[in-house]
């Protein structure tokens, strides 16, 4: 993506955005722009809602409390959103920041908490979740803000996996399985909508990995020879989805 | 990797390790063990030191001060060092510390830190991130420590590249290579050596840029059509690297 404007800040909003229109920020928002970053009349910023693509916006009026703006032109149509489902084992409040950032910046499309045998985190606060994600979103230059799906537990997520989310692959980062590339085996899903499940630092249990590995929707993978923290686990097997059969193609 | 053992604490030492040899810990290792630990005569501990492979250890002594080992049996042969280079814009420390454990859990064997135009932080401590990469080869149960070179600037890296490096390739994440797998490319390289360049969170400069695609030892590729965080694209390249012509397969 061409970073032309991407010294401006960026904000989402929920408001309808086309040339001409004029909008009133919240207090947040307008404190951040006024105060934190000290933007006053005819500074400009870039505004997305998830649906319009991103549009040049002018302060015409500063007030630390309700900064006003003008809709001006739209810089980047609207990316279509992601389909990939992104499971992950809530961490520590930190990494966990940590882990909603780099699932938006991989392309995740609905980040979905799963709690496990080694979970350690419980009761994950779904609107913290989300303002993470806005936020990634924001900084990342990507228009599209994944959705944050409600925890929820393995073995209802397994359960439940054929009658929600219909053919889509589950892929899961097995440490148990013998190092070897997991190109060949994602290539072959081309053009299947796809899951990613990664474990918790602990990894998976036996029993939940035998379950795992029976299923007949799951596609276990090597994520090579090292043993990775879940974090970087995900990012490794997001670049390497979206390399294959994702995005990047 | 299987994941016997992996709950003991794991610590790289410099000494020779061969069954039936005693060895005695440094105050620092000590003091973790004893009395963070709190680790007495009998338990297990595995050592490591980048040459022999890891070693199952019994405390025979636990004072605070020196804590004595025998060592007992090889758990895993050492591992042949890897021979990715991998070049980093410093960042600030916090970041810092978590671009050193990824690159370590990545399976980089040699760490170069590369000031460009747009980095904001210069002289690194050599003797912090060769701590940070002990630490993260403790952690992710690597048995070989990258090595740390000294900081350099792009330019000199640039020029002394074909006398340094010989043949190596250098694969640059270029943000403004348009969207398209790297897979093909670096399919390609199958057999040579590898270095990956990645630029400072501001990108490389328009000049840097120009310099990197003339030069013949140079592959600029794509990760995708988001903007990526100098860790997030340094985890993501390493693990394509890795999948197509490294040690994943």
């Known amino acids: 993506m061409p970073r032309s404007h991407s010294a401006l800040p960026r904000l989402f909003v929920d408001t309808d955005l086309a040339a001409g229109a004029a909008l009133t920020l919240g207090k947040e928002q307008s404190l951040y722009l006024a105060a934190v970053l000290r933007k006053g009349v005819g500074d400009s910023v870039v505004l997305f809602n998830g649906r319009d693509g991103a549009w040049l916006c002018r302060l015409t009026g500063d007030s630390k409390k309700s900064v006003v703006l003008e809709v001006d032109e739209q810089i980047a149509p609207q990316t279509?959103?992601?389909?990939?489902?992104?499971?992950?084992?809530?961490?520590?409040?930190?990494?966990?920041?940590?882990?909603?950032?780099?699932?938006?910046?991989?392309?995740?499309?609905?980040?979905?908490?799963?709690?496990?045998?080694?979970?350690?985190?419980?009761?994950?606060?779904?609107?913290?979740?989300?303002?993470?994600?806005?936020?990634?979103?924001?900084?990342?230059?990507?228009?599209?803000?994944?959705?944050?799906?409600?925890?929820?537990?393995?073995?209802?997520?397994?359960?439940?996996?054929?009658?929600?989310?219909?053919?889509?692959?589950?892929v899961f980062a097995d440490e148990g399985e013998a190092s070897s590339s997991p190109l060949g085996a994602l290539q072959n899903l081309v053009g299947r909508r796809i899951g990613l499940l990664i474990g918790p630092e602990g990894g998976f249990s036996d029993s939940e990995r035998e379950r795992l590995r029976r299923l007949p929707f799951v596609l276990p993978i090597s994520l090579g020879p090292r043993i990775l923290r879940a974090d970087t686990a995900a990012v490794a097997a997001m670049a390497i989805i979206q390399a294959t059969i994702g995005d990047w193609r």
């Open 80 to 170: 279509r959103p992601s389909d990939l489902w992104y499971g992950f084992s809530p961490l520590k409040t930190e990494r966990l920041d940590y882990v909603i950032q780099k699932a938006v910046e991989m392309g995740a499309g609905i980040i979905q908490p799963v709690t496990t045998q080694f979970t350690q985190v419980h009761r994950l606060k779904p609107e913290k979740l989300a303002a993470n994600a806005m936020e990634a979103a924001e900084q990342c230059e990507v228009l599209s803000v994944p959705e944050i799906a409600p925890e929820i537990g393995l073995d209802a997520l397994l359960s439940q996996w054929p009658q929600m989310h219909g053919d889509r692959v589950l």
